[in-house]
């Protein structure tokens, strides 16, 4: 028989639940910049007690997904023209990196798993539904980047995603695009061809094209 949870085991469970959703709807856009959140509400939405809530607040302060000012307010961060250049130069250097590493693994299997991740941002497109692309985008990077078996190297792309999701919902927004991105397929046919230059190209206009145009 399994034993009962202490109290502090049951708390970092919580912790970790309020920070694993957060960090979601953060990453995938579902909350847009600026806006302000309360450990009252965070907590009532997640049915967990202050403390988990503080703590998973604490913790994505920490990672640049959300603003804690001096009054203590707690909001995501609205990036300046600079910060947005600086994060569209950090995707361009680490997802670069991690599709050339991703190359040599990639076998049929994954492209033909790439192409289906594609079909649902087409579907997402076609249904002008901003967070569903943001999500099934990501995806599409996550997969071909985790073949690249560089965890480190991931994880640091993924803080970026972090802290770029409001900001990227406003962009697709904005774009109201009516096609899915291109480069998704230029970066298909490079894996398939085994063009390393190619894929790198198509990588690097692919995660810093939209991110230029909200900066200029």
Do not use: C
């Not at 028989?1 to 919580?14: F, H, I, W």
């Not at 085994?194 to 690097?204: F, N, S």
Request: proline share 5%.
């Amino acid at each position: 028989m399994q034993a009962p949870l202490k109290t502090t085991d049951q708390t970092t469970l919580a912790h970790d639940r309020v920070y694993r959703g957060l960090r979601s709807r953060i990453m995938h856009g579902e909350i847009a910049p600026g806006q302000a959140l309360t450990l009252r509400g965070i907590g009532a939405e997640y049915e967990v007690s202050m403390t988990p809530a503080r703590e998973a607040v604490r913790r994505l302060v920490a990672e640049g997904a959300l603003t804690l000012s001096a009054s203590g307010r707690v909001s995501t961060p609205e990036l300046s023209t600079d910060r947005i250049e600086e994060l569209a130069a950090l995707r361009a250097l680490i997802e670069v990196e991690l599709a050339s590493r991703a190359l040599p693994r990639a076998h049929m299997a994954l492209i033909d798993r790439l192409q289906a991740i594609n079909s649902t941002v087409a579907e997402a497109v076609a249904h002008r539904d901003d967070v569903r692309y943001i999500r099934a985008n990501l995806d599409f990077h996550r997969t071909l980047y985790l073949r690249a078996q560089a965890p480190a190297m991931l994880a640091m792309a993924e803080t970026v995603w972090l802290q770029l999701g409001p900001t990227m919902r406003t962009l697709y927004s904005k774009l109201r695009r009516s096609d899915p991105p291109q480069f998704h397929r230029h970066i298909l046919a490079a894996l398939k061809a085994g063009d390393e230059p190619g894929l790198r190209i198509a990588v690097r206009t692919d995660v810093t094209q939209g991110l230029r145009l909200l900066a200029s």
